[in-house]
């Protein structure tokens, strides 16, 4: 489970800048937290949602996170049959490059995660191509005592290591491979094994990835997904009872695939290729395999205007699903960028799950939390307010040119 993201210098995030997916003390549904390993730790939040602008940054966050992921993950795909079909990697970054210095400097991250067995604190700072630093901590967990352990940091061409990592090559690492994915490459040390697994089991979506056709066949083809796929179809009333990965061949003699479904009318089945159902059930298609893999496993979905096609009652299930302890009994985590303010509600979001994104006058995107935001009064917002309503009014910071929406009459709040 993700408990909080730091990074700074990538993208238009030019300061350090904090996500958090540790729960705030307030009341809003305690029951669909993720529960703490001791009284020393946070409970954590299983949903969390972007808002703002177009532009203001609220993919540049997700894409930041999602770069962090694929760093320590691409050594090891490229090393090992290891593959994850759920997700897309982010190979580059930019740093910050409205100004004369950040380009010059190294981009940060530092993220802290929980395991079943403990709770990791791993750092990184990159130049380019180059680690500049790394370093990665831990806590044994569950305990009573947060006794903070050394696993290893690394300084440059320096690396200094735990007890726990005794023994561990520091010589031959490669200045553009993480220490924490060369660890897992060449030894089996169960801290490290348990951290990386944490990152194999994220999952990110980007539809507009150049191979997202071939993994999408690919996952709608694995025997162990079809079910649980079509029964969340079936739950959110789309009219889909089946469908089969065909495979052809061109004239060409090569391998051509198409999906087709069934739907049944009347008692009686008919098929339609994929290509003739809405661009939402394909959406919906394409994203159920990693929402199911989630929710299975107990891992984290990132995605990128998870709203973009859906209709809001198919949107609120999805959170839904993750909220409910009951449907989300491996403590899943969705994190996602939307639009639709539809669910901006206070009948299913805590204040701490929303989130808004947006530019400075100087381009620096920021991030904070409605929990964040405080009133004239110097009180939070309360949990009964109208989030949307305020939202549109500007009473939030990340859509000040709403405020001309006002005029349509009555969105004072």
Known sequence: MLCQFRFKNIFSYRDETVFDMQAADITEFPDSLIPAPGEKFSKLLPVSAIFGPNGGGKSNAITAMVYLISRVLLPIRTSSDYRNPYTAYVKRYDPFLLNDTSKEEPAEFEIVFRTKAAQ?????????????????????????RRRINLLFERAGDRITLGTALKGANVQKVSETIPYLSFLDINYSFWEIGDAVDWFKRCCAINYSMPNRDHRFYSILNDPEVKPGLLTLLSDMGISISDYEVQEEEDEAGEKKRRIMTTHVVNGQPYSLS??????GTIKLLSMLPSMISTLSKGGLLLVDELDAKLHPQLLRYIIELYTDPEANYNHAQLIFSCHDISIMKNDLLRRDEIWFAAQNDESVSGLWSLYDIHEPNGGRVKNT???????????????????????WGGLDG
């Open 120 to 144: 990791y604190q791993y750092q990184l700072s990159v130049l380019a191509e180059e680690v500049v630093s790394e370093s990665l901590f831990y806590i044994k967990t569950p305990c009573q």
């Open 274 to 279: 994929i290509n003739r159902e809405s661009e």
């Open 385 to 407: 307010a109208a989030y949307d309503r305020q939202y549109l009014a500007g009473r939030y910071g990340a859509d000040p040119y709403l405020r001309r929406m006002m005029d």
